[in-house]
């Protein structure tokens, strides 16, 4: 059993809306310093050893992602025990 960690974000040219909202929502509650923000998605996928990396890169692309607008990374992390 492994756990992967997929992270998506919006593509740098595409406009994030909500991190700016983020953005002005901090400055309002006096945290200042702050210029930008991008939000993002996080998935947590516990998977079996038969689940290889090219089946995992093709679910990121086809399933988690809308890879015209977002960009993704794909991890393997251990799992500890």
């Given at each position: 059993?492994?756990?992967?960690?997929?992270?998506?974000?919006?593509?740098?040219?595409?406009?994030?809306?909500?991190?700016?909202?983020?953005?002005?929502?901090?400055?309002?509650?006096?945290?200042?310093?702050?210029?930008?923000v991008?939000?993002?998605?996080?998935?947590?996928?516990?998977?079996?050893?038969?689940v290889?990396?090219?089946?995992?890169?093709?679910?990121?692309?086809?399933?988690?992602?809308?890879?015209?607008?977002?960009?993704?990374?794909?991890?393997?992390?251990?799992?500890?025990?």
């Open positions: 059993m492994a756990r992967v960690v997929v992270d998506v974000m919006p593509k740098t040219e595409i406009l994030d809306p909500q991190g700016q909202a983020i953005v002005g929502a901090l400055a309002r509650l006096g945290f200042g310093g702050i210029s930008d991008r939000q993002g998605k996080r998935f947590e996928l516990e998977v079996t050893d038969a290889d990396d090219v089946a995992l890169e093709k679910i990121a692309a086809d399933v988690l992602a809308n890879t015209v607008i977002e960009d993704y990374t794909v991890t393997r992390v251990q799992v500890q025990s």
